[in-house]
């Protein structure tokens, strides 16, 4: 059957769209054939809005994208609730493969209780391969979190280990590469760090408590521009620690396979977030009692003292804005 | 200089894309480097959120964003507020040439004063061109409108003339195979069609007044596929004449020219409303007054009574969804 270029068709929609958004009683306009905008009642006077694409990962976009969206709602300490779709892709996709994208969106969806309530997909000569744009909205219950509001003196924390979104793309996109020098077993291990890419979890925990002065999700450009953009949005300083950093062996080995710096790599997954320093002691045994690795990795400090990291050989760094490996090594292979 | 793949650097942000960002009162974290998300206190308890890519232009596409999304929000009631923009770019973009997207969407938020709270910016290997993808989220004070709640033996109306975006569309890309059988000064005025493309002003006349029973927007396929889609959602049966369906003269000709149905073209810059038969006359008066030219095209019938159109030569064809002209044209040229 020959694809049409454009929007895809109204049986396209229903069959292979539709199924995967959730009707939820304050889904006032639900997605449907001719609609133009999806109406919510919300509850909360607050709410978050977010919008990311998925460029850098060949499987399980839809997955990702409604993750990586949702995390991006969540450091700013509301309940991801509320999601639209774009996808774009190449004329010659099927209706199934449309399918498994969104198959994988909801399934996302459903894990993190979020509402796809709209969206568009279209086939056309613009993209090279699916891409899938998400938009999503939350709702604030109590207080609003930025990136903006650290203070000096804070301690920066994060969540689980450098690297993890990154450790997984590459896992998967070069597994024949690294497959002559690392073992099986290994590969796969690094491939299922994917599923450790929600921040949700421990950004609901943090922004219930005390002391939590900012949050921040790390994406390209890894812990690196993570604490560099937390300083930048602050107006503040900081120092960090390499040794105090949480790198898993897989992404350890693909990086030195690689010659890539972990700490410069797509990090999705962690959480960083700044504490008043006589909070951050029960805070981590907090996220550890939830079963989330934390551990405290720097400071936030006047912005005349500088951004530095401490390498792991004693030596200081300048932090600044870096571009992600990950497009170093796209760009190589 | 060399354009790095990936997230554009804040650089860029701060100088093209952050100037063209509104700055509101109920902004309460605003668009700023390391910022997750945007956060916006809500005056209403209804919110209406749509999403669109621009895929079918290459001019002004971030005016056009801004409106296309805008109007999709306006249909349902609501006054459109927030924008988040998703900017993809080949990777040889300059800054330069992003400033210049940004500069047409901020242009478009001025004018409807929308404000542009967040998005992503990206260069990237996957398009071809720049795209574009915005999502609009709009404010609903009185009742939400859909596409859904049209009654049997309500008028159909539209407003202005039938493909007006694709008329404009066609009119710069294909200029030159044009001005070998039309004047340029018809051309000149298909293009400045693009101007009349937002429906906010008639909308939110509309959704003041009693009467009006469902709202739409007629975008690919034109006003067939937007009275097919009215139908579809409200389950329900349709006639429309084509005599009676406003084609202006650059539209008329440049259909002629291509062989191409323009009730079958792209007409963002229209609005389709169905209204209860007594209030029909009062409300094309009032559009009139406010300078909207509108007509009654039709009416909505019983679901088994079809969905019929009324060709100029007295034929009846069925009403059924179609692919946009504009994409067979493209295809060709």
Request: glycine share 8%; aromatic share 4%; charged share 30%.
């Amino acid at each position: 059957m020959k694809q049409k270029i454009g929007k895809v068709s109204p049986e396209t929609l229903e069959k292979n769209v539709f199924p995967y958004c959730r009707h939820h009683r304050n889904l006032i306009i639900p997605p449907r054939i001719g609609e133009d905008a999806a109406v919510i009642k919300t509850t909360s006077n607050y709410i978050a809005i977010s919008s990311d694409p998925i460029t850098g990962a060949d499987e399980k976009i839809g997955w990702l994208c409604i993750h990586v969206n949702a995390n991006d709602i969540a450091v700013s300490g509301a309940k991801p609730l509320w999601a639209v779709i774009n996808l774009l892709v190449p004329l010659k996709t099927t209706g199934n493969k449309i399918r498994e994208i969104m198959k994988e969106a909801g399934r996302a969806a459903e894990e993190i209780k979020v509402n796809i309530v709209g969206g568009h997909t279209e086939r056309t000569r613009i993209v090279k391969k699916p891409v899938i744009i998400g938009t999503m909205i939350g709702e604030i219950k109590r207080k609003p979190f930025s990136s903006s509001t650290s203070n000096e003196g804070d301690l920066i924390i994060m969540t689980k280990s450098a690297g993890i979104e990154g450790t997984a793309i590459i896992a998967s996109s070069l597994k024949k590469r690294l497959s002559k020098k690392l073992d099986n077993q290994l590969i796969g291990k690094a491939e299922k760090l994917m599923e450790k890419i929600s921040v949700l979890k421990e950004a609901m925990l943090l922004a219930a408590e005390e002391g939590v002065t900012a949050m921040h999700d790390p994406t390209e450009g890894g812990i690196i521009n993570g604490v560099w953009e937390i300083c930048e949005a602050s107006g503040k300083g900081a120092i960090i620690y390499e040794e105090k950093i949480n790198v898993t062996e897989e992404t350890k080995k693909i990086c030195e396979t690689l010659k890539i710096d972990p700490l410069k790599l797509i990090s999705s997954g962690c959480l960083l977030a700044t504490i008043r320093p006589e909070k951050a002691g029960k805070i981590v045994k907090l996220l550890e009692k939830n079963k989330v690795k934390a551990s405290v990795i720097g400071e936030i400090t006047n912005l005349y003292k500088g951004r530095k990291i401490v390498r792991l050989n004693g030596s200081q760094e300048k932090l600044q804005y870096v571009q992600d490996e990950i497009w170093r090594i796209h760009e190589e292979s």
